[in-house]
């Protein structure tokens, strides 16, 4: 059986509204496609492992990001050389944020990150909470829900993950969620994502197909994941209706 590596960061800190939810998700669609998932739990001061095909992050809580910083900085160069080298990454909200340069919170601290993506936040006294709604040209409408106070900002040209339909996405002023660089994927979608909108959870499992075996078409499915696909699909029409 084909096996896959999926790196889980810091998900005592970090998975708010069921991010680790994107963990299981994407475990169980490996399993219908007939590879052999195995999850790496990461927390600060443990092993890293020594082969990664996917790596997922959620979100947090202030405090949790001051929980983690230090530890990721350890593990930043290896995190960016994965990155450069495109190994498909799904980092939410306050892990986006630490994929970035920095997050200057309410305090005025500045929680370092790791620079995968060229991009900044700094918090502000406005609360960016509801659902989200948005057009990716990649992945079609992609939904979930935000909660932020920290809007986040390009320090250079870089490819949204997608058009905010309705909701705020990564600042008041830009009208988009999200950054991608190579095949990591930053947004603030919560919900866990990947649950409503599985073209996103197949791109990830595609591209660590792609880098780990050398093939891009993915396998036959078992029958039960088109089924499990429409109910995706009209979770994410009901809850793009829903209002914020
Ligand atoms: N600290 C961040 C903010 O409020 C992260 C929030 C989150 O991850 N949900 O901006």
Same mark, same amino acid.
Request: hydrophobic residues 35%.
């Given at each position: ?95 986006? %944020? ?5 997050? $200057?919170?309410?305090? &005025? #601290?500045? @929680?370092? !990150? ?36 920290? %809007? ?5 040209? $870089?490819?949204?993950? &997608? #058009?905010? @339909?309705? !909701? ?77």
């Amino acid at each position: 059986m084909r096996r896959i590596d999926v790196l889980s960061l810091y998900t005592n800190d970090m998975s708010f509204y069921g991010d680790m939810g994107n963990v299981l998700v994407v475990s169980k669609r490996l399993a219908f496609y007939g590879f052999e998932p195995v999850v790496h739990f990461y927390n600060p001061g443990d092993v890293f492992p020594e082969h990664v095909d996917m790596v997922f992050g959620g979100g947090g809580q202030d405090s949790g990001q001051k929980n983690i910083f230090e530890d990721l900085q350890k593990r930043s160069e290896k995190l960016r050389e994965l990155a450069s080298q495109g190994v498909p990454m799904l980092m939410i909200c306050g892990m986006y %944020q630490l994929f970035g340069k920095y997050f $200057l919170t309410n305090s &005025g #601290k500045k @929680i370092p !990150g790791i620079c995968v993506f060229d991009l900044y936040t700094e918090a502000t006294s406005d609360r960016l909470i509801g659902n989200l709604v948005e057009e990716s040209s990649q992945f079609g409408r992609l939904v979930g829900y935000e909660n932020h106070s920290g %809007q986040t900002y390009f320090s250079s040209p $870089l490819r949204p993950l &997608g #058009k905010v @339909i309705s !909701g705020e996405g990564n600042n008041l002023k830009d009208g988009v969620d999200g950054a991608v660089v190579n095949n990591a994927i930053g947004t603030y979608l919560h919900g866990p994502v990947l649950s409503k909108n599985p073209k996103l959870a197949d791109f990830l499992i595609q591209k660590a197909q792609l880098n780990r075996y050398g093939e891009e078409l993915l396998p036959p499915a078992a029958p039960i994941l088109r089924r499990i696909d429409e109910l995706a699909g009209k979770a994410n029409e009901a809850a793009s209706r829903r209002p914020r």
